[in-house]
């Protein structure tokens, strides 16, 4: 089979197709990723803030798991039912990149709780955060880019607030990054704006 050659210009059409393609089934296959983790991750934050603040008894940071064992199984069944389609090559870029931030946060997570004493909260926002704006950026989507970077400033208040309130400031930097992000793609994605 013989690959045809693209000219300058065919390429970058190409890959502007592919980046409108991506977009559009984002905000068609809409935000349910997103308020998935989103709420998930702020609902588990909320628990342990509770848990920590009426015992006081460490063990329960172990609800963090919850994270991870919740979200996955409603992530696939998510994307099972969503929209299914030709995934392009940015399709599969984002994929990448949440692959390795999901990776690196349950292992950063997991060291943070069997190993060593890190600011866990503050280094999982910022990787979140880096996440969501690298995700926007790609697709070009400025609900996403803004509440990313806006995350990776609001992920230093986790240094600032000490004690369990710093659990308070995780869940919200949640709701900032993925839940109003994932409520305005759905909104698009229904009124096709």
């Not at 070009?140 to 208040?157: D, E, M, T, V, Y």
Request: proline share 3%; glycine share 8%; net charge positive.
């Amino acid at each position: 089979m013989e690959e045809k050659q693209f000219n300058e210009k065919e390429s970058l059409e190409l890959i502007s197709q592919m980046i409108r393609n991506t977009q559009q089934r984002i905000e068609k296959g809409n935000g349910m990723p997103f308020l998935v983790w989103g709420y998930t991750t702020v609902l588990v934050s909320l628990a342990v803030w509770f848990a920590l603040k009426t015992t006081g008894n460490y063990y329960w940071n172990y609800l963090w798991f919850l994270i991870p064992i919740i979200g996955f199984p409603l992530f696939m069944l998510t994307m099972r039912k969503s929209e299914k389609g030709v995934k392009t090559y940015i399709d599969r870029i984002i994929g990448y990149v949440w692959i390795v931030f999901g990776i690196g946060g349950v292992v950063i997570s997991a060291s943070a709780i069997f190993f060593w004493y890190i600011p866990i909260l503050f280094i999982v926002a910022l990787m979140m955060g880096s996440g969501t704006a690298i995700t926007g950026l790609i697709i070009k989507f400025k609900p996403l880019i803004f509440s990313g970077f806006a995350c990776i400033f609001l992920s230093f208040l986790c240094l600032i607030i000490k004690g369990y309130e710093s659990i308070l400031v995780f869940a919200l930097i949640f709701l900032v990054m993925m839940i109003i992000p994932g409520h305005i793609l759905n909104w698009k994605g229904k009124k096709n704006v």
